[in-house]
């Protein structure tokens, strides 16, 4: 896809994200299953573009009313290239040219815009606090609660890109062996700070096209699930219920603690079907019980 192409991917994604029907990481996941020609590659550059603009649309939106301009999804992403992303306007520019599958032109406001924002960072300091650190106004109250002083300090983390963690499946490897796999295919990870059997990207890595990933030796999982899941000490034998399951993936880690030889079952709305297949991939097919609805 044009670098153009992946931005009008971005604004379309956004304006489903706008109707509040879905979250925004279900409207993503719809979106690219619909259209199965956009490689890994492509994903992963309209994903980012995506989250630029949910991570800091307060910031964007003060940005577009003081340039008097509407307020939407393609507003959003023109100024969101501009201010997180680094672009030039004449590399927006390029890419909203309206031919195929590409934004349509810039008008004479958006062209303003997008050439002022050039001049300018992200934050100003004309914006509220609650702006500032890209929060909804009646959030900020509540937080500065909690957090006093150190609530800037706070949101710089939680809008910052969240790094991708691996569990590494004890039923196929440990965690000196997973590595090794990955790096074999060109995927440098580090080890966890605090899970033992956790892996951490250095940077995106299109984990569809690794065999570590496809072969069940790493599973996608943060590392704050992991740690979930040790602190249970399932064993051999034990019958585990997940009650707080989603995809499926503590419960896959419960049944590896179990070296195989007892009962995990996620209590989830997801197709149990689904979480099989990955069960099977993981070799943890034999402790994965039926999940309850």
């Not at 879905?22 to 573009?49: L, M, N, S, W």
Request: hydrophobic fraction near 45%; proline fraction near 5%; aromatic fraction near 4%.
């Amino acid at each position: 896809m044009t670098p153009g192409a992946q931005v009008a991917a971005a604004i379309d994604i956004l304006a489903a994200v706008d109707t509040g029907e879905h979250p925004a990481e279900e409207v993503a996941a719809d979106y690219f299953r619909r259209r199965r020609y956009i490689g890994a590659k492509d994903r992963a550059q309209i994903a980012g573009h995506v989250y630029s603009v949910l991570r800091h649309r307060a910031a964007l939106d003060w940005w577009s009313v003081k340039h008097a301009v509407e307020i939407g999804s393609r507003t959003r992403v023109l100024a969101a290239l501009v201010l997180a992303e680094g672009w030039r306007p004449e590399s927006v520019a390029m890419c909203c040219d309206g031919e195929r599958f590409r934004p349509a032109p810039l008008n004479e406001a958006e062209k303003r815009l997008v050439s002022n924002l050039a001049r300018h960072t992200l934050h100003h300091p004309g914006m509220s606090r609650a702006v500032a650190n890209d929060l909804p106004e009646w959030l900020e109250p509540y937080l500065d609660r909690v957090f006093g002083k150190g609530l800037e300090q706070e949101m710089v983390a939680l809008n910052a890109s969240a790094p991708t963690d691996l569990r590494v499946n004890l039923l196929k490897a440990d965690r000196a062996t997973a590595r090794r796999a990955l790096a074999a295919e060109g995927a440098m990870a580090e080890p966890t700070p605090w899970s033992p059997i956790g892996l951490r990207l250095n940077g995106r890595v299109p984990l569809g096209g690794l065999a570590a990933f496809k072969d069940g030796i790493v599973e996608v999982q943060g590392e704050g699930s992991q740690i979930t899941a040790l602190l249970v000490d399932a064993r051999p034998a034990m019958r585990v219920v997940d009650f707080c399951a989603g995809a499926g993936g503590k419960s896959l880690a419960l049944a590896a603690q179990m070296a195989n030889r007892g009962s995990s079952s996620p209590a989830t709305s997801q197709p149990i079907d689904s979480i099989r297949r990955r069960a099977g991939c993981a070799a943890a097919g034999s402790a994965m019980s039926s999940g309850a609805r």
